[in-house]
């Protein structure tokens, strides 16, 4: 089945959670929300490839959970606000996990999110990324 295109497709970085990404991370979903649970965190920090085997997670899920990807945890189906729940796990805050995503140290990230966020130009769609770069 074919997914018909989107108008927010060209928007660079941008990962709606449409129906379709909430089908493709469902399992991956309910891994993170799994954690709400205290008993959970515990068992997934004792053993955390043991305990994603209870998730029918794909291999690049699962790879990406182990090596905390997270925007490749968002690119695979996640949801940022599920997916954070494994950042609380490890201790991180949203400006952490927001750098690490954005390949800045966390004071870079913090200060561009007090500064106004990314700069417009060049994000608002491929076509004005590839006008931005090349012209």
Not at 6 to 24: A, L, M, N, Q, W
Not at 81 to 90: E, G, N
Not at 102 to 110: A, C, I, N, P, R
Request: glycine fraction near 12%.
């Amino acid at each position: 089945m074919t997914r018909a295109v989107r108008d927010y497709d060209d928007i660079p970085g941008t990962y709606v959670f449409d129906g379709e990404h909430s089908r493709k991370g469902y399992a991956l979903n309910m891994f993170c929300m799994s954690l709400n649970q205290q008993a959970n965190r515990d068992s997934f920090s004792a053993d955390p490839e043991g305990y994603l085997e209870r998730y029918a997670l794909t291999p690049e899920q699962r790879e990406a959970v182990i090596a905390r990807d997270w925007l490749g945890m968002l690119q695979l189906g996640g949801n940022i606000y599920y997916t954070f729940k494994l950042a609380i796990v490890d201790g991180l805050s949203m400006q952490q996990v927001g750098a690490a995503m954005s390949g800045v140290s966390t004071e870079e990230f913090t200060q561009m999110m007090i500064d106004g966020g990314r700069p417009i130009e060049g994000n608002r769609h491929e076509g004005d990324r590839k006008e931005h770069d090349h012209g």
